[in-house]
């Protein structure tokens, strides 16, 4: 404590030996004293810091020094530690984040190049999975896809494969028979119109089958529309099983009907035809042995509906096979025998034309036993020329 003009202050510092000279100098600095006032300059390598307070009346002069040298060597320190810092920060984060691109990326990366050889053409291709969710996901639905594509590109030539056979089968025997007219029965008058009669059934079954791959792609890309009126379910059954007459002639085929008379419902005529046309074709190319095919049309008053059904003898459907009949272009693998056309899209016109008029259909089928296909249909009491 040094006093000067009846005042007083305090040194914290060690007190320098000319200290005179230094109390000197801040009061030359600090001009006019008033409370709580403070200055901090510097002299020298020295920096200083003066304050005035007053207490109990008094006035106090508050003052301390600290050589320069340290603070300019621990700001320096603090400096050095700082960019230090921030240097390892940096180079820790970029390794950070390099380590997560890389392992966010790997398997992007992964993906993108087994997408490239999928799209060659390769569907043996498997889209490795990753710990991350999302990307996880992503290639599961990418094997899904996969999985989907290369069933459509096996199903769609496995249709080409079956629709040039089951084209040239027809094209085959109209070829044949007109040869037999030209060389054989172009005179004899009988044996002439039945060779005649085998040309044209086999034109039909020609113009039957591409109208139905013509149909398939119409109304499975949801084209037509519904036409629906009211019409003679029991008479319309019976001009489509006309169409299957030359099998019982040619064929030995037997159909065995079961059918109530004048019934009458609701629908759109030529595609229910379709529908009616493509189960008897099912029946009668996967029967049994026996050739027997049983078609039956009978209203059940209790729920006021006709039932369509139609029953074969064949080896049946097995229960994991019935999920996919439905499906476009399914087709059972054994080179079953077929006197009629078909190209595995049978069941799903009748499935999306049942579906769009919302009728009631389905399969029962015991393996060894046969199948019986069903629909129902909503009875219509009205006649059509009371609607
Ligand atoms: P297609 O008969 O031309 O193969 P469909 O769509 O009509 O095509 O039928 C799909 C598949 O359903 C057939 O390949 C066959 O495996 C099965 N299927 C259909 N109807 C019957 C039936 N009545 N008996 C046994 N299997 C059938």
Redesign the pocket.
Known sequence: MVSFDGEAYIATAETPSDWESVVSDMCSRVNGWTDKRAVIYHDGNMLNYASCVVFNRQQYYLFVRYPLSIIVSSVRSMQIYIIVIAAVAIVISFVISYLLAQRISRPIKNMSGTAARMAEGDYSVKFASAEYQEIAQLSDTLNYAKDEMKKSEEFQKELLA?VSHDLRTPLTMIKAYASMIEEISGNDPVKRSQHLKVIIDEADRLTGLVNDILNASKVSAGLSELNKKVFNLTEFTYSIMNKFDYLQQTADYKFYVDIDADMYTLADEEKIGQVIY?LI???V??TGDDKSVYVSLKYVPEENRIRFAVR?T????SEE?KSH?WDRY???KDTHN?PVK???????IVKIILQAHSFDFGVR?EEGK??I?YVDFPEVSSRPDEV
């Open positions: 079956n493509n074709s099912n029946a190319n996967y074969d064949g080896k049946g459907i096979e009949i399914y087709r059972s077929r078909g190209t595995g899209l049978g069941l799903n089928s046969g199948s296909f």
